[in-house]
């Protein structure tokens, strides 16, 4: 069973910079695909990024593209998420999730474990 706890949320003003950590307890996570999601009021869960289990490989949304960077650190069981230059419509819970199959997926369905997210909340 792998627990995952996300840091690193807050209030920002458009056009800030915040940096999500994901840190991975109970059993490491070098083999696991990681995954970042973001969930806003009243709307579904959308995939933001997701990195395979060696770091080789990532994948961003469009929306984010140019501005998030999924990034992992497996001697720390840690994968980040880098925002910048963030916009009033980044604002939501982001969740980590991970995945035993360790090749990137898009669905949340697909991951197994989840943490209980981090509020970024970006001003105008």
């Known amino acids: 069973q792998v627990q995952l706890a996300e840091s690193g949320g807050g209030l920002v003003q458009a056009g800030g910079s915040l940096r999500l950590s994901c840190l991975a307890s109970g059993r490491t996570v070098s083999s696991f695909s990681m995954a970042w999601f973001r969930q806003a009021p009243g709307k579904e869960r959308e995939f933001v990024a997701a990195i395979n289990w060696y770091g080789s490989s990532t994948a961003h949304a469009d929306s984010v593209k140019g501005r998030f960077t999924i990034s992992r650190d497996n001697a720390k069981n840690t994968v980040y998420l880098q925002m910048n230059n963030l916009k009033p419509e980044d604002t939501a819970v982001y969740y980590c999730?991970?995945?035993?199959?360790?090749?990137?997926?898009?669905?949340?369905?697909?991951?197994?474990?989840w943490g209980q997210g981090t509020q970024v909340t970006v001003s105008s």
């Open positions: 999730a991970a995945d035993s199959y360790g090749t990137i997926r898009y669905e949340p369905n697909e991951y197994g474990s």
